[in-house]
């Protein structure tokens, strides 16, 4: 597609049950990357892909977190029993390498009552 | 430390003045670096990529000093749709890993 794709755009969940946030990159982008934006806070890294290597985990907050990326398509970031410390919006980005910026989608808000 | 700093502001501007923010980086081995600019409630938007010999596209201006690792964004005559938060980034050791900076925020008034 032309751009970062995200979905749901807002999800209403309640505390303990599990959701499943999804990405498309854009097309040819090899490298795909998960943040996460509090409210007025700046942006959080979570996981990085690039191709076929494994992944860099090295931002999830806890073993609740998880995320998988088939190739170089779709990717979807799993929380598990979702606590209100959850709620925020988790941005997708895309990129061909970071050498040249990312492309964000324009993310899912997540509220977790 | 960070590895990208900024004043977070708000800078409040009237229309039509120069305004500059400043970014500062730790790791010297950092090879790309951009200013992103993110409105209220939506997602950050790349608004230019930052060379060594700086570049303009505008009104806006960016300069690079690697010697001191610092970043700089001057936007001249500055409109009242310049209200955002403007996000320092540099490409980490990794080469695809960007880290971003915590926003520098702008209030343009009329």
Known sequence: GAGVSQSPSNKVTEKGKDVELRC?????????????????QG??????????????????PSDRFSA??????????TIQRTQQEDSAVYLCASSPTG?????FGSGTRLTVV | ?????????????????????????????SQSFFWYRQDCRK???????VYSSGNEDGRFTA???????????????????????????V???AGNMLTFGGGTRLMVKP
């Open chain 2, 63 to 89: 300069q690079l000093n690697r010697a001191s690792q610092y970043i700089s964004l001057l936007i001249r005559d500055s409109k009242l749709s310049d209200s955002a938060t403007y996000l320092c980034v």
């Open chain 1, 68 to 77: 998988e990326r088939t190739g170089e398509s779709v990717s979807t970031l």
């Open chain 2, 1 to 29: 430390r960070k590895e990208v700093e900024q004043d977070p502001g708000p800078f409040n501007v009237p229309e039509g003045a120069t305004v500059a923010f400043n970014c500062t980086y730790s790791n010297s081995a």
């Open chain 1, 43 to 60: 942006l959080e890294f979570l996981i990085y892909f690039q191709g076929n290597s494994a992944p860099d985990k090295s931002g999830l």
């Open chain 2, 43 to 49: 997602e950050p938007k790349l608004l230019m990529s």
């Open chain 1, 24 to 40: 498309d990159p854009i097309s040819g982008h090899t490298a795909l990357y998960w943040y996460r934006q509090r409210l007025g």
């Open chain 2, 91 to 93: 490409n980490s050791n």
């Open chain 1, 99 to 103: 050498y040249y910026g990312y492309t």
